[in-house]
């Protein structure tokens, strides 16, 4: 698997020509909107398979399954176009297998509403499930946000996902009630009270284990969440729950050193199945334009991290999105409002820009000015792309970590599927 970064004058022909490759499945892999017009800069995954089947006639996915001794998932996660099909072609080329170079664990967040489509065609991708919809409010007792998520549980589980209550002290906009956190930590009844509705969702719903998010642990608050989390798996492992937990780490940069909240996770890490590392990202973010995410952030995490605790209890985690800055930024007062890839790509093609590239952080970024009658100003937005999702799956792998997290999973991005399913084999327990 290799990226080709799109150069003036090419077109989708001539890409697929110089690779050996067909147009439809150079679509397909890279979930192109406008194929036909590329933008300079877009970046393209191009992969070799390892083993492919030229459907016969009398085929049938099952058929073809048994035939190379493969699962219908791996069909599935090889070649995406099939997720909303019942059928194959005679004559269509199907992926096998890749020359993959290893496992990986991948844990998808998502909230109850995704579209059943997006679910199905991503599910055949993920190890977990993490299911948006529980918050802790006064007193330890749980509020579910959405609908009933009995159904995405249920789906979950028919394609061979572990679905986690994914359960937090933030409303429904990513705002954290510390002060509620706080009242939780600091009384044993309201903790024990805490944990036995928890647990009796998860044995009602047919959960599989627990994602908790923690959002404002530090150094001097340590010792509390610690002791949560040593309650939480006396209970739970006794009932045979999984139980993760997620930290919603903060860095800063001084003096061009990377700066990480001190937290010992050495006294977390062994009441837990998985420390998940992510930075939430929300519909707004406040502050100066910078990338989405940073290699050397993940970097200095893990050079953080690990000492104390062992890889296979590390996730890292890909912010599946784009911000948009309006030119030029004003303290305190400006902001930046969230986009999806596909929404920052539309932009881009409808502004005829040209998307360059930070080599130290690994992101993409273009300027745009746009079409608004009497507004002129500029805008910057930061995304994330093909060579993002490489670079962090790759130290993920370079690393020896358990897995991947994507925030979210909510629209269904072609490329980052590509990029991990040609790299490694998707752990399905």
Request: aromatic residues 14%; hydrophobic residues 40%.
């Amino acid at each position: 698997m290799e990226i080709y970064v799109v150069q003036q004058g090419d077109d989708i022909f001539a890409i697929a020509n110089k690779f050996s490759v067909s147009v439809d499945r150079l679509i397909q892999e890279n979930g192109l909107i406008y194929p036909y017009k590329l933008i300079i800069g877009q970046a393209l995954v191009i992969t070799y398979p390892k083993q492919s089947h030229t459907v016969q006639q009398g085929d049938t996915l099952q058929s073809i399954a048994d035939l190379y001794n493969i699962t219908l998932l791996q069909i599935f996660r090889n070649n995406q176009s099939l997720s909303n099909r019942k059928y194959v072609y005679t004559g269509e080329t199907l992926v096998i297998s890749y020359n993959t170079k290893g496992n990986i664990t991948t844990n998808g967040f998502a909230y109850p509403f995704i579209q059943k489509e997006t679910l199905y065609k991503t599910l055949p991708n993920l190890t977990y499930l993490s299911i948006f919809n529980y918050s802790v409010v006064e007193k330890g007792e749980i509020l579910a946000y959405y609908e009933d998520d009995s159904a995405l549980i249920k789906s979950a589980k028919e394609y061979g996902v572990i679905p986690l209550m994914m359960i937090t002290t933030l409303n429904q906009q990513g705002e954290p009630n510390v002060e509620n956190a706080y009242r939780i930590l600091l009384n044993d009844e309201y903790q024990e009270r805490n944990i036995h509705n928890f647990i009796d969702i998860m044995k009602s719903k047919s959960y599989q284990g627990i994602n908790i998010v923690f959002n404002s642990i530090n150094k001097d608050n340590q010792l509390l969440y610690e002791n949560f989390v040593k309650k939480i798996a006396a209970q739970l492992q006794v009932e045979g729950f999984l139980i993760f937990v997620t930290i919603n780490y903060q860095s800063q940069v001084s003096d061009g050193k990377i700066i990480l909240e001190e937290i010992d996770y050495a006294k977390l890490s062994p009441y837990v199945n998985g420390l998940i590392f992510l930075r939430l990202e929300w519909g707004t973010r406040y502050g100066p334009p910078v990338p989405v995410i940073d290699i050397n952030n993940a970097k200095a995490l893990f050079d953080y991290v690990a000492p104390v605790v062992t890889s296979d209890k590390m996730v890292f985690s890909i912010p599946m999105l784009g911000y948009d800055w309006s030119l030029p930024y004003i303290p305190n007062k400006s902001s930046a409002n969230s986009l999806s890839i596909n929404a920052v790509l539309d932009i881009a093609y409808n502004s005829d820009t040209k998307i360059e590239f930070d080599e130290n952080s690994q992101t993409p970024f273009f300027y745009y000015t746009p079409f608004n009658v009497g507004i002129n100003s500029k805008h910057i937005i930061w995304f994330v792309d093909a060579r993002t999702m490489k670079a962090f799956v790759e130290l993920i792998s370079e690393k020896g970590l358990n897995g991947c997290g994507i925030w979210n999973v909510m629209i269904y991005n072609s490329q980052l599927w590509t990029i991990i399913n040609s790299l490694f084999d998707i752990v399905k327990l």
